[in-house]
């Protein structure tokens, strides 16, 4: 509903702009066919052209401000250029060039400037170049603004999960503490009692039911370990609630992250859930800083593995845009950390000399948490 408002809106101003650019032409124009209804006519055509080809535009509209007194049409597509430009001797170089072109008393123009109304008509071109540039400047401050806010309320929103992640984690560690110091505990007394009273039995049925005591033991304890090492690996909310994410996933990851990134070399097809997982997860919270500290950058996703060890390693580029200073506590990070320890791992991370940041992930290819 919004874009479409939005698109009518736009339309809607396209027609106002253009309507305005012909009524002026056809009052600061002459009625006689000559070069200057040419100039004319060309800059009011060229006005659709300054969307996608700004420069063009404003380079077919300027010799109108010589040839004629018409103005909208030149000044529309200056307006145009300051929008879409970040180059600001550019627009400086095409402001200049709209208060020369209308202050200069240029031979079809010689009665502009007369003599007590100098001044005035050099601020009336001053302002001619400037306005134009300044609004233009402005909506393209607001739109940076815009995306930035975006970013920051999607990066929050982020943290925010990873916050909630990882006080889920923190309880299924300390549920996973109190299962091995408790319940493991007394099923071992059991299982050591069981083991002295098989030994010397006072008769074989209390041998084979101490055996059998025993045995079940030995196999609740098995069972125990098995569930504490789900309990310590497991520490994201999504773990209940929704597929956990595998290699195949990462391209996706990296289409939607709105980020240029380049991914290079592979994973071993036979990588276990738990190092895919963790994998995808780096790259995740990786880019996720990326896009929050470093907007504009690029980064690299590197796989890599050999016979002892495999990872990857992401690496992205200086910011290109200005940065905000947000809060973050570096839960992701931390996160991260606690994750590559589970798996007997490792993750280091710092700043690179260009400017930019690294995260690199290494795990053991054989072993288990």
């Given amino acids: 509903m919004n874009e479409r408002m939005g698109d009518k809106l736009r339309w809607t101003a396209e027609v106002l702009l253009f309507g305005l650019a012909v009524l002026d032409a056809w009052l600061g124009t002459e009625p006689e066919w000559s070069l200057s209804t040419v100039a004319v006519a060309v800059a009011v055509l060229a006005l659709p052209l300054r969307r996608r080809h700004p420069y063009v535009a404003f380079v077919l509209t300027l010799p109108m401000l010589a040839l004629s007194y018409a103005v909208v049409a030149v000044l529309i597509t200056l307006y145009g250029v300051a929008r879409h430009t970040r180059d ?12 020369i072109g209308y202050a200069v008393p240029w031979p079809d123009k010689v009665d502009l400037i007369s003599g007590p109304s100098i001044m005035v008509d050099v601020i009336y071109a001053l302002m001619m170049g400037a306005a134009p540039a300044f609004l233009g400047q402005l909506v393209q401050a607001r739109r940076d603004l815009s995306l930035r806010l975006a970013e920051i309320n999607e990066a929050r929103e982020h943290e925010r999960e990873l916050i909630a992640q990882t006080v889920l984690a923190k309880e299924r560690a300390q549920l996973a503490r109190e299962m091995h110091d408790v ?28 055996a059998t005591i025993r045995r079940l033991s030995v196999g609740t304890l098995d069972e125990l370990r098995h569930m504490v090492a789900l309990l310590r690996a497991s520490g994201s909310v999504a773990t209940d609630l929704a597929p956990q994410p595998t290699l ?58 050999n016979e002892d060890e495999l990872g990857v390693t992401v690496t992205n580029g200086p910011p290109t845009r200005p940065t905000l200073s947000l809060p973050s506590a570096q839960h992701g990070l931390i996160g991260l950390h606690e994750r590559a320890e589970l798996l007997n791992g490792t993750l280091t991370s710092g700043p690179t000399p260009d400017g930019g940041f690294h995260v690199r992930l290494r795990l053991p290819t054989t072993g288990s948490p």
Wanted: glycine share 4%; charged share 15%; hydrophobic share 45%.
């Fill in 248 to 305: 195949t996933a990462l391209p996706t990851l990296i289409a939607n992250s709105g980020i240029d990134t380049t991914v290079e070399g592979t994973m071993p097809t036979d990588a276990d859930a738990a190092t895919q997982r963790a994998i995808y997860r780096t790259v995740q919270e990786a880019l996720t800083n990326v896009r929050k500290h470093a907007p504009g950058a690029t980064a690299v996703v590197r796989l890599w593995h």
């Fill in 88 to 99: 600001r001797r550019a627009l400086a170089w095409c402001s200049t060039a709209v208060a």
């Fill in 183 to 210: 319940v493991s505990h007394q099923v071992s007394l059991i299982a050591v009692h069981a083991g002295v009273l098989q030994v010397s039995p006072p008769d074989p049925e209390t041998k084979e039911v101490a």
